[in-house]
């Protein structure tokens, strides 16, 4: 052993280091100053971002809408011993409509939470008292000012929780957000979607009823015009065919006879026509396949 192999074994060891192997230099396990970094991954998922900037944004948009909620429903009630408060409820129940589409489309945007819009409400054709009862018992617009009112104080709870998660206990905020959010999820789904099955279905009968009705209506009206301009004129005439006919029986029996003869094809052809009215009140295709 040379003084020089001495030398090197010592300083190996006070260094806590050991010899190369050979062919393997710059290849250790260990990152050094020439190793490239790995690349940068987000902290957050875009998700709880999305789901952070709906809490954020629940507290403001719900301040405003619970102060005009409030503006129209003491001034609805209020005036409503006047002209004025009940056609103000409903107009403010449509606005409710209004701002329950805008909250399914921020639900939609922020939370993935996809809701069906509601049906609207049928009052085409009607006069305006009926107008103005629909638009008060509209159980949409009702529960669209109910999440308007609830949402506020829960906001107010959340609001400065989602900040001090921000702030202070930010590696757990997906899990913070997301369990305030799916609050917001219920809310949504519980208010903000449509009616149930019976409520659509009794506002589809009520279509149909009105549809039918209607229909109704005009048979009947193209009956009486039938029946005016058809039937009940030849019927008439017929009948003063044969008055004439008794006056010229004696005087000219001949003249008497063709007016007799006439009389006959009136009578066929009201009867023909009385066939072809009731046949339109009642299709023979009915009776033939139910």
């Known amino acids: 052993m040379t003084a020089r192999s001495a030398h090197d074994r010592r300083h190996d060891h006070l260094s806590g280091g050991t010899a190369p192997v050979p062919g393997t230099a710059g290849h250790g396990h260990r990152h050094g100053d020439g190793d490239p970094l790995p690349p940068p991954r987000a ?6 971002w999305r789901e952070v ?55 939609r945007c922020l939370l993935g939470v996809r809701v069906d819009e509601p049906s609207p409400l049928h009052t085409a054709g009607n006069g305006f008292f009926t107008w ?13 000012a109910l999440y308007a009112f609830i949402r506020l104080p ?31 999820r219920m809310m949504v789904r519980g208010l903000l ?12 009968l009520k279509t149909d009823r009105a549809t039918v009705s209607d229909t109704a209506a005009a048979d009947l009206r193209r009956i009486e015009r039938d029946l005016h301009d058809g039937a009940q004129a030849r019927l008439v005439a017929l009948a003063m065919g044969l008055g004439l006919a008794k ?44």
């Open 43 to 48: 902290a957050l998922a875009p998700a709880t």
């Open 53 to 107: 900037a709906h809490l954020l944004t629940d507290f403001p948009l719900g301040v405003l809408a619970f102060a005009v909620l409030t503006v129209w429903l003491v001034a609805g009630i209020g005036l409503s011993v006047t002209v004025v408060g009940l056609p103000l409820l409903a107009v403010g129940l449509m606005v409710c409509r209004q701002y329950g589409k805008l909250e399914r489309a921020r639900a």
């Open 132 to 144: 103005l009862w629909l638009r008060l018992k509209d159980p949409v617009g009702w529960r669209h």
């Open 193 to 204: 979607s449509p009616s149930d099955e019976l409520e659509r279905r009794i506002a589809e």
């Open 154 to 184: 829960w906001s107010i709870l959340t609001f400065p929780l989602t900040i001090v998660t921000l702030l202070l206990l930010w590696p757990a905020l997906p899990w913070i957000a997301r369990g305030l959010t799916n609050v917001d």
């Open 247 to 290: 006056e010229k029986l004696l005087e000219d029996p001949d003249a008497a006879a063709q007016m007799v003869d006439e009389a006959h094809g009136e009578v066929k052809l009201a009867l023909q026509e009385l066939r072809d009215l009731a046949r339109g009140i009642h299709p023979a295709i009915l009776t033939d396949r139910g």
